[in-house]
């Protein structure tokens, strides 16, 4: 039995991690998540209480974070704000908790010379042509464009140096765009199939060219759990699952999926510095530590997310309206 600590672990993808940890290792997971806008204890109900252990606290609390690193075998850091549009209107918390805090962790993981895993992004690679055949691997200069992609990129970079300069035993992962239960409502997917529940028209960024590599976050959940066992220490692997789609073509499937007319939706304001396209090529994760995800079918993976919103209104609703407001706001 391996004791981790989880940063971020109410959050959307961090929640998924933890559920899926408790239910295929023998692991006990320590929570560490500050409940933000972003959090919701709600999305580890139901865990067994002799697995989980639950803090509320912020990873830029260097007191705190030591007294539970002292206690973990490996810690596996999610907490970030994640939200692009959010860090277009005010970017200063993204400094504080994607800069300070994984400065503060790591700071910590050398103290105690823990087993670290820095979750990240694709975006910290910035966009890719429509037109063009290539895809994002570990070789690709860092290029970021938004305030929340340059603090990832800056968080994924003082990773590289404590492992350099401090011998910290840390891996990297880039993941591509997630999809699937516990997704707040201001990402896209979420947004626009809990429009379809209110009777809301989607909206669409621009023209909905944009393109996206959607993968399902269980499948993300396994291949962090296989580079925490397999990963060698200082590198970085890319984790996609070959699901490019342009928005366009998701928000049509949302409102088939939901028995709407497929031309129900508005097209509003752009986003500010939209990336255009995202694609990840995953050959080292899969080759080098054999993962693959499971996830292989976008259209039943997101009719399950549908059934997933329908059936949860109450985990959902709360945050719906403000959210809304804030879009409406600036013609989104
Ligand atoms: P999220 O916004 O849903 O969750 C973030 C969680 O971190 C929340 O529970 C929040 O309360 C917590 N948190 C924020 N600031 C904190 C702080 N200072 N101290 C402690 N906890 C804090 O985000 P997500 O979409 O689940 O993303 C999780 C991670 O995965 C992020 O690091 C993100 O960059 C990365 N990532 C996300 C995607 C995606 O598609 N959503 C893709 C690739 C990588
Ligand atoms: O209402 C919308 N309409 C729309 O067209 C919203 C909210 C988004 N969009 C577009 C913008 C993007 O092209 O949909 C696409 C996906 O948008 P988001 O869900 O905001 O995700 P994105 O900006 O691609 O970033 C996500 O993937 C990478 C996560 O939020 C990041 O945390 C992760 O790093």
Same mark, same amino acid.
């Given at each position: 039995? #391996?004791?981790?600590?989880?940063t971020g672990?109410?959050?959307?993808?961090?929640s998924?991690?933890?559920?899926?940890?408790?239910?295929?290792?023998?692991?006990h997971?320590?929570?560490?998540?500050?409940?933000?806008?972003?959090?919701?204890r709600?999305?580890?109900?139901?865990?067994?209480?002799?697995?989980?252990?639950?803090?509320?606290?912020?990873?830029?609390?260097?007191?705190?974070?030591?007294?539970?690193?002292?206690?973990?075998?490996?810690?596996?850091?999610y907490a970030?704000?994640s939200?692009?549009?959010?860090?277009?209107?005010?970017?200063?918390p993204?400094?504080?908790?994607?800069?300070?805090?994984?400065?503060?962790?790591?700071?910590?993981?050398?103290?105690?010379?823990?087993?670290?895993?820095?979750?990240?992004?694709?975006?910290?690679?910035?966009?890719?042509?429509?037109?063009?055949?290539a895809r994002?691997?570990?070789?690709?200069?860092?290029?970021?464009?938004?305030?929340?992609?340059?603090?990832?990129a800056?968080?994924?970079?003082?990773?590289?140096?404590w492992?350099?300069?401090?011998?910290?035993?840390?891996?990297?992962?880039?993941?591509? %765009?997630?999809?699937?239960p516990?997704?707040?409502?201001?990402?896209?997917?979420? #947004?626009?199939?809990?429009n379809?529940?209110?009777g809301?028209?989607?909206?669409?960024?621009?023209?909905?060219?944009?393109?996206?590599?959607?993968?399902?976050?269980d499948?993300?959940?396994?291949?962090?759990?296989?580079?925490?066992?397999?990963?060698?220490i200082?590198?970085?692997?890319?984790?996609?699952?070959?699901?490019?789609?342009? %928005?366009?073509?998701?928000?049509?499937?949302?409102?088939?999926?939901?028995?709407?007319?497929?031309?129900?939706?508005?097209?509003?304001?752009?986003?500010?510095?939209?990336?255009? #396209?995202?694609?990840?090529?995953?050959t080292?994760?899969r080759?080098?530590?054999?993962?693959?995800?499971?996830?292989q079918?976008?259209?039943?993976?997101?009719a399950?997310?549908?059934?997933?919103?329908?059936?949860?209104?109450?985990?959902w609703?709360?945050?719906?309206?403000?959210?809304?407001?804030?879009?409406?706001?600036?013609?989104q």
């Amino acid at each position: 039995m #391996r004791r981790l600590l989880v940063t971020g672990g109410a959050g959307f993808i961090g929640s998924n991690f933890v559920h899926h940890v408790i239910q295929h290792t023998d692991d006990h997971v320590t929570v560490l998540d500050k409940l933000t806008y972003a959090g919701n204890r709600a999305s580890l109900d139901g865990l067994p209480a002799d697995r989980l252990t639950f803090v509320q606290g912020d990873i830029i609390d260097a007191k705190l974070v030591d007294r539970l690193t002292a206690d973990a075998d490996a810690v596996v850091h999610y907490a970030a704000e994640s939200h692009n549009d959010n860090s277009l209107h005010d970017p200063r918390p993204f400094l504080d908790t994607n800069i300070i805090g994984t400065f503060t962790l790591l700071e910590s993981a050398r103290k105690h010379s823990t087993r670290f895993h820095h979750i990240s992004t694709d975006e910290v690679y910035g966009d890719l042509e429509l037109d063009d055949p290539a895809r994002f691997t570990e070789q690709t200069p860092y290029n970021p464009s938004s305030p929340y992609s340059s603090t990832k990129a800056g968080s994924d970079l003082l990773v590289r140096a404590w492992v350099r300069s401090f011998g910290v035993r840390a891996t990297i992962s880039n993941c591509s %765009n997630n999809y699937g239960p516990y997704q707040h409502v201001e990402k896209f997917i979420p #947004r626009q199939i809990t429009n379809v529940l209110r009777g809301i028209r989607p909206k669409l960024y621009g023209k909905g060219e944009n393109v996206r590599d959607w993968i399902h976050a269980d499948d993300h959940s396994s291949a962090v759990l296989t580079i925490l066992d397999k990963g060698e220490i200082g590198e970085t692997y890319l984790i996609g699952a070959d699901g490019e789609k342009d %928005n366009k073509t998701v928000v049509e499937l949302i409102l088939h999926l939901s028995g709407q007319r497929v031309d129900g939706y508005d097209h509003v304001t752009d986003r500010a510095g939209h990336d255009l #396209r995202y694609a990840i090529d995953s050959t080292k994760l899969r080759t080098d530590l054999g993962w693959t995800p499971t996830y292989q079918d976008f259209e039943a993976g997101l009719a399950a997310t549908i059934d997933w919103y329908r059936a949860n209104e109450a985990w959902w609703a709360p945050a719906k309206d403000g959210v809304e407001a804030f879009y409406a706001a600036k013609g989104q």
